[in-house]
């Protein structure tokens, strides 16, 4: 443990593989304790024990982020333990690309309950606490997807243009609650595993051949989180040096 690192209690949805997974483990050896959250419960499982071995402190529990009742008793399993929640990262996300007109209509409606829905029901759970102790730190992953669209991905940059809109309008909103926007690019996950459209794959991983590892975004939410209370990083972009976009 960092002992000049003030511990916080800090929830993460999407937390059974890739930036999610990585995010954990980076904040419990600072000394943080993680509130980890997704569907696969025995990932989390096997993520809580390993971390706990280590020294760290980890909570998990079963999360459906498109169910708002399931968002909110997971935020108040983490009170009830802790007493207190600092910060939530709102990470959970689904990306299967392909192009309009293949009307893949199920997967668009699946990004805009994972991606939108779950960020809101994200700050939905934790708003009142924090307004209420009149601090917080709210981190929503958005994409560089957010900034440029290509084929293929109009609607998870539509999504993602939306996690910024939103993220930006808590923050104005809010005076003492932190609000963060983390944009990753190309990272390796298994995000690309969500695509079923056969050509927008071989696309996908092509692109992917300079991914980032998903410690380099763990790193950058660290930084984030452990700034000061009177200094709010709005918004990082992390991008594979070599990568084009």
Not at 92 to 115: F, H, Q, T, Y
Not at 162 to 191: H, M, N, Q, W, Y
Not at 212 to 225: F, G, H, K, Q, V
Request: include cysteine; aromatic fraction near 4%; glycine fraction near 8%.
């Amino acid at each position: 443990m960092k002992m000049d690192i003030e511990s916080k209690v800090i929830l993460i949805t999407g937390a059974s593989s890739g930036i999610g997974e990585a995010t954990a483990r980076h904040l419990a050896a600072n000394g943080h304790t993680v509130v980890l959250g997704a569907r696969r419960t025995g990932r989390l499982e096997k993520l809580a024990a390993e971390i706990r071995a280590a020294g760290g402190t980890a909570e998990y529990r079963a999360l459906d982020v498109t169910n708002l009742a399931d968002v909110q008793a997971f935020a108040d399993c983490a009170l009830k333990k802790f007493s207190g929640i600092d910060v939530i990262i709102n990470n959970a996300g689904v990306m299967p690309l392909s192009p309009l007109a293949e009307l893949k209509i199920d997967e668009w409606n699946r990004m805009i309950d994972v991606n939108i829905r779950g960020v809101l029901h994200g700050i939905a759970a934790v708003l009142p606490h924090m307004t209420v102790r009149k601090a917080g730190h709210v981190i929503n992953l958005s994409s560089i997807g957010g900034f440029q669209v290509w084929p293929t991905c109009a609607v998870y940059s539509g999504t993602k243009v939306a996690v910024r809109a939103i993220s930006e309008g808590l923050r104005l909103e809010t005076k003492e609650i932190r609000v963060t926007i983390i944009s990753p690019g190309v990272v390796e996950s298994e995000l690309a595993g969500t695509i079923t459209d056969p050509a927008t794959q071989a696309a996908i991983a092509d692109y992917r051949k300079v991914a980032l590892t998903s410690d380099a975004i763990a790193r950058a939410m660290a930084y984030a989180i452990e700034q000061p209370a009177d200094a709010d990083v709005n918004e990082i972009i992390v991008r594979p040096t070599a990568g084009a976009q």
